[in-house]
């Protein structure tokens, strides 16, 4: 059984990547599985989707935790613990990144011992979660290294896939995805199909305890336009960055910029504030702040030391 992961942000497309793979299998005889996963739909996000493609029926469910393929549509996602990019990796996991660094600097990096591939993405890209057509671009490089799934299946799978958002939708994304699949094809077949994995080896999940909000009246629904700011979306937080402000630079550019959901303020001085009703905890400004001044706290952590004060 081929088990691939594709990991992103919301807004890149990961889902639909899992759907055009997953086609491109059952076109081939495969029997599939493709799902995403995801909390809340929130653009900025941490997300997965999965993959599983068998001769067989699959009797597996739920989340892949022993990938043979792992595709990484943002590199800022692989030191956000909550993303779970590195999970289940061993030494047999081919790991993909869209990166403009070198596979051999990721893989001393990382201390990686599988084999690691860099995505042929183009690096005028600006901003992390406008990456054009990176959920084709991935699904393509996908397709070419399991070597199970032939360019015109590919073909056909973007266009069952795609083909209800128009014909230039299909047309961009079919390049981009032929672009990646031929750009991958000295290691078709790099990624090989793994045994079943069985029961004596499974292990309960880790579970995260979401407190419970209560409420006196019921929360009314909002039906008039610009009215997102009185949406308390900091209760979807599972996770919430806190600023140092001892290592702060003041380069509130660059996490206020990158905020998908511009929860970050800039006081006149450049000093960044976090707008905790409307953070919805993506992490994103960890992951970009360059003296490494946000880290990531457990919300139940946050409100105990909140309670203190």
Not at 11 to 25: I, R
Not at 190 to 214: C, H, M, N, T
Request: hydrophobic fraction near 40%; include cysteine; glycine fraction near 8%.
């Amino acid at each position: 059984m081929y088990r691939i992961r594709f990991h992103g942000r919301g807004g890149q497309g990961m889902k639909t990547a899992s759907q055009v793979l997953g086609t491109a299998f059952f076109l081939e005889g495969f029997e599939v599985q493709d799902a995403p996963r995801y909390g809340a739909e929130r653009r900025g996000a941490p997300i997965f989707a999965y993959v599983r493609a068998a001769r067989e029926p699959i009797q597996e469910r739920g989340i892949i935790t022993r990938p043979d393929l792992v595709i990484v549509a943002d590199e800022t996602l692989v030191p956000v613990p909550a993303a779970g990019v590195l999970l289940g990796v061993s030494e047999r996991t081919v790991m993909l990144l869209n990166s403009l660094e070198l596979a051999e600097e990721w893989t001393r990096r990382l201390k990686l011992r599988g084999p690691v591939l860099t995505l042929p993405v183009s690096g005028d890209v600006k901003e992390r979660a406008d990456l054009p057509f990176i959920g084709a671009t991935c699904a393509g490089a996908a397709a070419c290294l399991t070597g199970a799934i032939k360019r015109t299946s590919l073909e056909q799978a973007i266009c069952a896939e795609i083909g209800r958002y128009g014909e230039a939708a299909v047309q961009k994304n079919l390049e981009q995805a032929l672009v990646a699949f031929d750009a991958m094809s000295a290691r078709a077949g790099l990624v090989k199909q793994s045994q079943e994995i069985v029961a004596d080896s499974y292990r309960a999940p880790d579970w995260i305890d979401v407190p419970f909000e209560g409420a006196r009246t019921s929360t009314p629904d909002i039906e008039v336009p610009a009215t997102s700011e009185l949406s308390n979306t900091g209760l979807w937080r599972t996770h919430r960055p806190v600023i140092d402000y001892e290592h702060c630079n003041r380069c509130s550019w660059v996490c206020g910029t990158l905020c998908p959901d511009s929860a970050i303020k800039v006081d006149p001085d450049h000093t960044p504030r976090i707008d905790y009703d409307h953070c919805k905890g993506c992490m994103v400004c960890v992951a970009v702040c360059p003296p490494h001044a946000i880290r990531a706290v457990l919300e139940a952590d946050a409100r105990v030391e909140e309670a203190k004060k």
